[in-house]
């Protein structure tokens, strides 16, 4: 049985028993936090034993590190798809309409993979420490581009990439189903906030 | 006993004991998250018995109503003062420069605050939505009064204000302490990029 929502978060992961794991304990941590859940809670909301959870992951934390680590693969490769071309006011319009509509859509998957990382441990959180400079660094260069194009009239070339990662992360906070605007106008209304940002409307 | 960090964050809280314990609670809270912390954690952490925690707050959700209500007023009494004056360009530089400073300095406290709403009763939750909906009203009423005086250009106000607010808020999530440039610094590049958001650069 292949859970819609999990296969379009993690269309690469295999078998779909670990793919429905990783979704219960997204459930599961948004519910109670990573501390406060259990292996058992985790494969109770799977439907299965915990021994069937260890055959796909170690522990607690392994889980964890599954969620973090494909979604932060996710969104440097997002970043990174809409940086390309030779207008970088454009790529930045769709880099934060769409970085920004998917921490709406799905803000729960992405509390937990913004929220919950102090829980990895160190080697685990250097893997993602890692994706997250590699995100950074395409929306730095992105802006460097747009300053050298003279679209783009920037100071601070570091904190401004910060500040727009950061605006398009924090609606994962905020965000509910339901909410209005939806993820799509949502993100044309923040790409025009951070076109202003830089200077290029 | 005194604790400066507690005093300067809830000087109006009385006794230091009842402050002692929120200090210990954030602490807790953010090591281990609402749901995996027991009132004997934090009784323990501020040097008390759980029977002396239980003079001050009936729950360890009270302890979490406490430090949400208390930072979600001085958020609101913070960018209530800033706006105040007949140039709203001035006032929101003052506001950013002073919500994102606070984010920065106070990024322990905040995360509590602004992380463990849904932990809130519902009541106490009621209460500090209201605190929240009137603090997104005073940016509403500022940007207004920006486009009035021709000094903003902004589609959609209220899009607007909430991402102003979401843009300082995020700051408690990745700032850390030794984080360059350091509060102050941060606060006024926010107020250039959120100045440049509304078109008034």
Redo the contacts between chains.
């Keep these: 049985m292949t859970d819609p929502l999990s296969a379009d978060l993690w269309p690469d992961v295999r078998p779909d028993a670990a793919r429905r794991l990783m979704a219960a304990a997204v459930d599961a941590f948004a519910e ?5 859940t259990t292996t058992r809670d985790i494969a109770t909301a799977a439907g299965m034993s915990p021994a069937a959870l260890y055959v796909h992951f170690p522990s607690k934390a392994a889980v964890l590190f599954a969620i973090s680590r494909t979604g932060h693969e996710r969104a440097l490769a997002m970043v990174t798809a809409a940086a390309v071309g030779d207008d970088p006011a454009a790529g930045m319009r769709r880099l934060v309409e769409e970085f920004a509509a998917w921490h709406a859509t799905k803000h729960r998957v992405a509390r937990i993979v ?2 919950e990382l102090q829980a990895l441990p160190p080697a685990d959180y250097a893997v993602v420490a890692d994706l997250r400079r590699r995100t950074e660094r395409v929306v730095q260069v992105l802006i460097s581009d747009g300053v050298r194009t003279g679209q783009f009239h920037v ?2 070339v570091r ?2 990439a ?2 727009i990662l ?2 398009c ?3 994962a ?2 965000y509910t189903t339901g909410t209005r ?1 939806g993820p799509g106008e ?1 993100g044309k ?2 790409a ?3 076109l ?4 290029a ?1």
Aim: hydrophobic share 40%.
């Design positions: 109670r936090g990573f501390h406060a913004q929220y100071d601070d904190t401004t910060r500040a950061s605006l992360i924090d609606i906070r905020w605007p949502l209304r923040y025009d906030l951070v202003g940002m830089l200077g409307r």
